[in-house]
């Protein structure tokens, strides 16, 4: 530690604007914080953040964090609430607490203007974003900008990596690994010590319903799956409780006795849990994105979305609307991966 701390004196103080909303896509992010972390005050990095993307519990096993700092403006529309920060007046406070922090650098990962414009109102000299329109690059004073990403799939994580290696934090794309607090994996250990492996973990939770996979599927290659030997686990959030009982109640009394659930609200406790499984599977969510950057290998069914292409670890099973999905086309994947027990 005293080494990185020396050979960061003398470096700017710095924060990184996360502009987007899920989980997933802070995970994508994590290796890029560390690069800035890494040439920063301290070897240390603030992060303004969505409260929806649970910044502090995902980046708490993180030692290049200094804080995570909520900017709540226009929340999701699901969550059905005005944000702290919606309105000018709230703006004007949150500009205040950034200039009493005295930041000397900024990263904005978004070709959003508002950051840009907030960051230069707050003081922040050094001011680097995407560039995405001319109005966003007035209020810049860091080149080189990047151009929206064009490609096939998601753009989220193509654009965060163009803007890092363009700036010279990376050479190139960095596949994301996630930290987990080590009282979360000893408590996971112990949870688990009644569910032998392999352990399949399931992603039971979306963001939209077009992307959820439905309680019956699950239930059925649940089944399929303690046939074989295995245990499951059911990630998801509270949000997921009452999918995770449907799913149970599709199941035989001696089937649910080797299924695990665990719809919470703790992302260290899903974590944990996932480094301590063989395999998930499920619906492009979170949890997805968790298990991948814990080591964890996966199959995403993408029948609603693109599928995701940053790591190796996660493959794909493709379908034309969910419903086209069956628990006998993700049995075939499986095997053909030579998945646990396959």
């Known amino acids: 530690m005293g080494n990185r701390l020396e050979a960061s004196a003398g470096l700017p103080r710095t924060v990184v604007v996360h502009h987007r909303s899920g989980i ?7 290796p890029y914080l560390r690069a800035i972390a890494a040439r920063s005050e301290g070897g240390k990095v603030s992060v303004i953040a969505r409260p929806s993307c649970k910044a502090a519990e995902v980046l708490a096993a993180e030692d290049c964090i200094d804080e995570v700092i909520e900017f709540d403006h226009r929340p999701r529309k699901g969550e059905d609430r005005k944000g702290r920060h919606d309105g000018l007046v709230a703006q004007i406070g949150f500009v205040r607490s950034l200039r009493a922090r005295g930041f000397e650098r900024i ?7 508002r950051y840009a414009l907030l960051a230069a109102l707050a003081g922040i000299p050094q001011r680097a974003g995407f560039g995405f329109s001319v109005g966003e690059r007035m209020w810049l004073t860091e080149k080189p900008f990047i151009r929206p ?6 753009w989220v994580y193509p654009e965060v990596t163009a ?14 690994r996630m930290m987990v607090l ?15 492996a392999p352990r399949y973990a399931f992603s039971i939770g979306t963001s939209e319903p077009r992307k959820n996979w439905g309680a019956a599927r699950f239930a059925q290659l649940a089944e399929a799956l303690l046939q074989r030997g295995c245990s499951v686990v059911l990630l998801g959030g509270p949000a997921e409780a009452e999918a995770a009982r449907r799913i149970l109640d ?9 299924i695990l659930l665990s719809a919470q609200g ?16 499920g619906n492009d969510t979170g949890v997805l994105n968790m298990a991948v950057a814990n080591g964890v290998p996966s199959l995403g069914l993408f029948g609603a979305t693109p599928p995701l292409a940053h ?21 075939e994947r499986l095997a053909e991966l030579k998945a646990p027990a396959f």
Do not use: T
């Open 182 to 196: 080590p009282a979360a994996l000893e408590a996971a250990a112990r949870d688990l010590q009644a569910f032998p």
């Open 250 to 258: 599709g199941l035989s009394p001696a089937a649910r006795e080797r």
């Open 149 to 154: 990403y064009a490609g096939p799939g998601n």
């Open 24 to 30: 997933g896509d802070l995970i994508w992010h994590i």
């Open 266 to 281: 703790s992302v260290q406790r899903s974590a944990a849990l996932l480094r301590h499984s063989q395999f998930c599977l």
């Open 107 to 113: 990263y904005i990962f978004s070709g959003r203007v």
């Open 163 to 176: 803007f890092c290696v363009a700036h010279g934090l990376v050479h190139g794309p960095v596949i994301p």
């Open 311 to 331: 790591d190796p670890l996660l493959k794909a099973l493709l379908g034309d609307g969910m419903a086209s999905i069956q628990p006998d086309d993700v049995l």
